[in-house]
């Protein structure tokens, strides 16, 4: 029993997979907020473009 536990302290496996875990989550946040900022903006400048042709058209 003793060299089980001796074995188990021993084995970082299981820290490793978690610090990759922690490191995939980190970056999808990243991601995500990269993704909802780039698509604000982009969604302001179509809008910008879309006023600009609407009042475009009903120049004289």
Do not use: C, H, W
Request: net charge positive; charged share 15%; proline share 2%.
């Amino acid at each position: 029993m003793t060299k089980f536990f001796s074995r188990f302290a021993r084995n970082e496996s299981g820290a490793t997979a978690v610090e990759y875990g922690l490191i995939a989550a980190l970056i999808g946040v990243v991601i995500i907020t990269g993704a909802t900022f780039l698509g604000k903006s982009l969604n302001d400048k179509f809008q910008s473009i879309g006023d600009t042709v609407a009042t475009a058209g009903t120049a004289p």
